[in-house]
């Protein structure tokens, strides 16, 4: 192994070198990364590995050289702009900390510095390896909810085909004697994750091309899904067999990784072996383009150096204060529907009637601080379902164990711009930064509904709203 490595190194040296001076370039955000991968949470517990096989895989098995004849132009200079118009994008969403996108960023950062360096060609080469680095970046949590909702479609189908008697709402289900709930860790995000990573070193390792590559990734894709989906109707099964007394349910998780095993291992023993066919000389002017080095020094300057110059623009304002004397302000605690903020976000409440307001805000104070904080499931969705939604901002909460229903608005302020959808907060975040804002809140709304619907308190809901945006707009 040692000697393959080493002599693999001359082909391997440009594509760590593209590494390095990328990791230079986008500094802080691989830094935030890999104090990630440290942490092995649920969604990330592979990122280390996956960082470690990837600059293994450059080591022994480095991207396959053209011959001269089928080499594509280099076009050094289309890369150099690319990479400076990438690090420009990273600066403002590393500036907003809108982390998710930062991280996204990275990669195009590795193509592009590669790209700068090496030319096109190897630049593509090089593309398989950083989709493989790509799995190891913080961003499945994001689609966890995705996965947990095709999960309980699929779940809910198949324990009907087993005639079991079974109540089914949402990511809930309830047997006679008690009630599963396919939470975030039933998603599968494990399996799909290790699955992918699997079928990745396997199309690198085999040389794939990319109809290869689409069918390898879809195939473990759906095992994995399949292994999740088989693993939750087993549970569901044995609660139902056993009336919720199986030690099964309170510890499962061998029990998954076993189903895994049963469908990935004889995936990967029959999967097909290509050994990498010897080329002969190396290819003449494999070696840095070294006039991209002008391009990586104003990366530089463009990116980490701009970035904490303009880190010390930012003015802090006071918070909001708002007076409602047609409320009286109460405990948090006494809100309807509970709310689980973050700590960092400074949270009153007021009530009149039926109906209760709760202004949570912050102040960005330093640079590794968010504009927009981190919003985890604000309600407990194991006793709280989404019935539907009214208007934008606007949705019905039922309790599904006391069929409780109330009508909740959310609204979110950044700075002086305000929006219906976290998603677009984050965005926000942007020109509130360039404009010097350091302000975020939240607004929430809540009113009991009627027996029957939820439409007799919408008039409640929008006075409420718009009550609590006249405070604010006259600060």
């Known amino acids: 192994m040692l000697g393959k490595t080493l002599d693999n190194l001359s082909l391997s040296r440009p594509y760590l070198i593209a ?138 189908s198949w324990v009907g085909w087993f005639g079991m008697t ?25 399996y799909f994750a290790i699955s992918i ?31 999740n989906w088989v693993r939750i109707t087993i549970l569901v099964v044995v609660a139902y067999e056993t009336d919720m007394q199986s030690e099964m349910l309170a510890d499962h998780e061998t029990m998954g990784w076993v189903v895994f095993g ?6 990967l023993y029959f999967s097909p072996v290509r050994r990498r066919v010897k080329t002969g000389a190396l290819p003449a002017g494999f070696s840095i383009y070294k006039n991209g080095i002008v391009a990586i020094a104003i990366a530089i300057i463009l990116g980490p150096m701009a970035l904490a110059f303009a880190h010390s623009t930012a003015t802090q304002k006071p918070l909001w204060v708002i007076d409602l004397p047609e ?34 805000q912050h102040q960005k104070k330093g640079a590794e601080e968010k504009l927009v904080p981190y919003l985890p499931q604000l309600f407990d969705k194991s006793v709280w379902h989404i019935e539907e939604q009214l208007e934008p901002g606007i949705s019905v909460y039922r309790n599904i164990l006391t069929r409780e229903k109330v009508l909740v608005a959310q609204q979110y302020m950044v700075g002086s711009q305000r929006s219906w959808s976290y998603r677009n907060a984050k965005l926000l975040q942007i020109p509130a930064a360039l404009t ?14 009627g027996p029957r619907d939820c439409s007799d308190a919408l008039p409640e809901i929008r006075a409420a709203m718009a009550l609590i945006e006249q405070q604010t707009h006259s600060i």
Request: one cysteine or more; hydrophobic letters at 55%; aromatic letters at 10%.
């Open 327 to 360: 409320f009286r302000q109460t405990q948090p605690g006494k809100l309807p529907l509970p709310m689980s903020l973050p700590r960092d976000l400074e949270q009153q409440v007021w009530r009149s009637g039926s109906t209760w307001i709760s202004f949570a």
């Open 166 to 190: 079974a109540l089914i709402e949402g990511n809930s289900i309830s047997l006679p004697y008690g009630r599963l709930l396919i939470a975030d860790g039933c998603s599968g995000i494990r």
């Open 19 to 156: 590494t390095a001076i990328a990791v230079l370039i986008f500094y802080p955000t691989w830094i935030r990364l890999a104090e990630a991968w440290f942490e092995f949470e649920q969604v990330l517990a592979h990122g280390l590995v996956t960082a470690i096989i990837f600059l293994g895989l450059l080591l022994i098995h480095p991207p396959q050289p053209t011959a001269p004849l089928t080499q594509i132009k280099p076009y050094h200079l289309a890369g150099a702009v690319l990479l400076i118009l990438t690090t420009l994008v990273w600066g403002l969403l590393e500036l907003v900390r809108i982390d998710t996108l930062a991280y996204l960023i990275l990669p195009a950062g590795l193509i592009t510095t590669a790209w700068t360096l090496l030319g096109l060609g190897r630049a593509l080469k090089f593309l398989p390896y950083v989709l493989l680095l790509s799995l190891s970046l913080p961003v499945w949590a994001d689609i966890v909810p995705v996965l947990v909702d095709i999960a309980s479609i699929v779940v809910g």
């Open 436 to 449: 010097g804002e350091t302000r975020f809140a939240l607004l929430t709304a809540q009113t009991l509904c």
């Open 262 to 267: 049963a469908f990935i291992l004889p995936a």
């Open 197 to 227: 990573l699997l079928a990745m070193m396997m199309a690198i390792l085999n040389d794939y091309r990319w109809r290869g590559w689409l069918v390898t990734l879809l195939a473990a894709a759906t095992l994995g899904l399949i292994a």
